[in-house]
């Protein structure tokens, strides 16, 4: 899983905990955010007023601030929306790139609905959608699923969030007020078809990324993998075998797999080409594969080819075509 989806796995275990024992807690996260440089866009953190903080938001640097805004929280609401900054220096010494704003809103667990734990302890592709008032001091969450049809525009963001498979938020604002939207999708399973050093190596690269791997040795295994994963899945054809990757790239067709991709020669690729018009596969459909695979980062190594390999993978999940960050013109963390 990601590793942001992990650490609100970790984070349910625990508010399911405290839930249960009736502690006032909160539940801190960010809403708008500059600078700070990379860092984990989908970080939350629970807040004890005593001073217990679980979870990690901004490496600590806000620990006691967030501390102190939770103890003053006003009785009766169910929101405070707090603004914290951190300057260069701090931001060294808490070892972040550089500085910056943001604007953190804290909510007590009993505003939280208890569905929102438990499904992402389970693992399920989940999102929260909370509604703020124009004072951000009362809060409504709700909670999607991946499975659910978008109605409003706060739910079809949610929706578009989840099939990124990467855990992230985004705040929409309205004449209500503020909406933040938080996804936290099930992880990437890589179904990797083929054996060898190559597979290995992609398979240690998936999972340094929070993803899942699996292996499959033949095309009934691969075809079993893909369906037990079907909303997650991404499939990596290493084999160069017609009878197993023709029918297994047909099936991730099928299966409407949002990655497919098979490693080879321009030679090889226009072979499965034609082995896959010829089993009835459309040109649409087609063109849905990544084949050579991979970005064109100059690999040769197994290393290099796996880092190729799961860039792509990256890129088409999180709809961007993998070109050089200065031609871009829009932000850099969406």
């Known amino acids: ?86 300057r260069r220096a701090e931001a060294e010494g808490a070892g972040l790139t550089c500085g910056g704003g943001a604007e953190v809103l804290l909510q007590p667990l009993a505003a939280v609905p208890v569905e929102w734990w438990d499904l992402l302890g389970q693992g399920a592709g989940v999102a929260l959608v909370t509604r703020l008032d124009e004072a951000a001091v009362y809060a409504e969450s709700v909670v999607v699923r991946a499975a659910d049809r978008p109605g409003t525009d706060a739910e079809r963001r949610a929706a578009e969030l989840l099939a990124t498979r990467r855990a992230g938020r985004d705040a929409l604002y309205g004449e209500s007020g503020l909406v933040l939207i938080e996804a936290y999708p099930s992880a990437p399973h890589v179904v990797i078809c083929g054996g060898g050093e190559l597979a290995e190596v992609i398979a240690r690269q998936v999972r340094l990324l929070g993803w899942e791997a699996v292996t499959a040795s033949g095309a009934g295994a691969a075809r079993k993998a893909l369906v037990e994963y079907r909303e997650a899945a991404c499939l990596v054809v290493l084999t160069h075998e017609p009878e197993f990757d023709v029918p297994t790239l047909r099936t991730g067709l099928e299966l409407g797999v949002p990655y497919v991709g098979a490693l080879g020669s321009r030679k090889t690729t226009a072979r499965r080409r034609e082995g896959l018009l010829a089993a009835g596969v459309g040109e649409a459909e087609l063109a849905r594969v990544h084949g050579p695979i991979g970005l064109d980062l100059g690999a040769r190594t197994p290393a290099e080819t796996a880092l190729a390999i799961c860039a792509e993978i990256l890129g088409v999940l999180g709809g961007r075509d993998g070109g050089a960050m200065r031609d871009t013109t829009g932000p850099l963390n969406p």
Do not use: I, N
Request: hydrophobic share 45%; charged share 25%; glycine share 12%.
């Open 1 to 86: 899983m990601t590793m942001g989806t992990a650490q609100m796995r970790e984070l349910a275990e625990t508010a399911r905990q405290w839930v249960s024992e009736g502690r006032e807690a909160f539940l801190a996260r960010p809403v708008t955010e500059q600078g700070f440089g990379p860092r984990e866009p989908a970080g939350a953190m629970l807040v004890d007023p005593r001073g217990e903080c679980v979870g990690s938001l901004y490496r600590g640097v806000f620990d006691a601030e967030l501390v102190a805004e939770a103890g003053a929280m006003a009785p009766g609401a169910s929101a405070r929306l707090c603004e914290v900054s951190v």
